[in-house]
């Protein structure tokens, strides 16, 4: 094992490990294998993994937005009413004008909604048993992507991007009118960049309690299904307000879910990794394409488990050698064994024990 500071090449995470890492931070890639959370309770479950996309346009006052609720697309039947809300992508059309983040219901001809690709609908997360066996999931990862796509002479403004600093289904970014680019900023978990560019800009789910690494029914996610209930949002401002601005988005989760009827494959189980993985994401949202913000996230829980066992490994030797003393005497006062009978059976090989 190598010392803080080296080189850790010698550490190499679990297929599981990797696969949740990079979901956490690049979810826009299609991973080989089922994708977990390495946690103790390692049960099986169906890996799903859902996406949305669709163009999101700047409206006529230079601003344009999309927002995602994770948790909602699990279904692929959101509901969108003058009281209810639970599509899971809604999106700025050419006709918003509003000069900040504002949606109302139900949501009409300045925005749109998207929903997910999902095999399941609301329909399939009851609560009778003879529906769903008490069906229950799980969120793994997610993230929201926008890129823009339009013409080189109108890529005017800057990209926000916002993780609510709170995964309880009840809250979210409120959407009344209140939060402009400013306001936005002001949360810890957002960051921001020239939205003119041609590369990617993403902003990712973040498990931040216990609770969120739970198995749960759909009711318990939207039991507050309102405008105020989308936890990742991409907000364009100061656009062109001659030419309408287009950006692609895509919006992706993944899932675990178990229940009675589904079809389940094997989970794993790496508490040290998953501890180290889930310790390293960063505080705020990062601003390097997701491929680079992956690839960080890596090198970082690879560091920390180096670090953390080297420090182990290092302490070891000595500890055996107290070990040893303990049980040479203990051998000596009943048998009189020898010490290098001890220490070949400390080292794995049969111990003979002997006469004084």
């Known amino acids: 094992m190598n010392k803080p500071g080296g080189s850790y090449t010698k550490v190499r995470l679990s297929d599981c490990a990797m696969h949740y890492a990079t979901a956490l931070m690049n979810p826009f890639v299609i991973l080989n294998g089922d994708v977990c959370i390495p946690d103790m309770i390692a049960v099986p479950s169906q890996k799903l993994r859902v996406r949305s996309e669709g163009t999101m346009t700047v409206g006529s006052s230079g601003v ?62 009851t609560t009778s048993d003879t529906v769903d066996y008490y069906r229950a999931y799980r969120l793994v990862a997610a993230g929201l992507k926008v890129t823009y796509i339009g013409d080189n002479f109108n890529n005017a403004g800057r990209v926000v991007l916002v993780r609510w600093p709170d995964n309880f289904p009840g809250n979210g970014i409120p959407a009344d009118g209140s939060m402009n680019g400013s306001a936005l900023l002001s949360i810890p978990q957002s960051g921001w960049a020239p939205a003119g560019s041609r ?30 209930n989308y936890q990742l949002l991409a907000y364009i401002d100061g656009g062109s307000t001659a030419v309408q601005q287009a950006f692609g988005f895509e919006a992706i989760a993944y899932y675990e879910i178990i229940g009675g009827t589904v079809p389940t494959t094997i989970s794993s189980c790496d508490p040290v990794a998953m501890g180290n993985v889930v310790s390293k994401i960063p505080a705020t949202v990062p601003l390097d394409p997701p491929a680079t913000n992956a690839r960080n996230l890596i090198a970082e829980t690879i560091r920390g488990i180096a670090e953390t066992t ?20 203990g051998a000596h006062l009943a048998t009189g064994t020898r010490h290098r009978d001890v220490l070949s059976f400390m080292s794995g090989s049969p111990l003979t024990i002997k006469g004084s």
């Open 310 to 329: 080297s420090a182990v490994v290092e302490a070891a030797p000595g500890a055996f050698g107290a070990i040893a003393k303990v049980v040479h005497a």
């Open 64 to 125: 344009g937005w999309v927002a995602f609720n994770p948790w909602y697309a699990i279904a692929n039947n959101g509901v969108n009413t003058s009281s209810t809300l639970t599509a899971p992508v809604v999106f700025t059309l050419g006709a918003y004008s509003a000069a900040d983040y504002t949606m109302s219901l139900p949501i009409g001809t300045t925005n749109g909604i998207g929903q997910s690709n999902s095999i399941y609908n609301s329909a399939n997360f």
């Open 199 to 228: 590369r990617d800009h993403s902003v990712c789910y973040s498990p931040l309690t216990p609770v969120d690494f739970e198995y749960q029914g759909y009711g318990s996610y939207i039991s507050h299904p309102t405008v105020a």
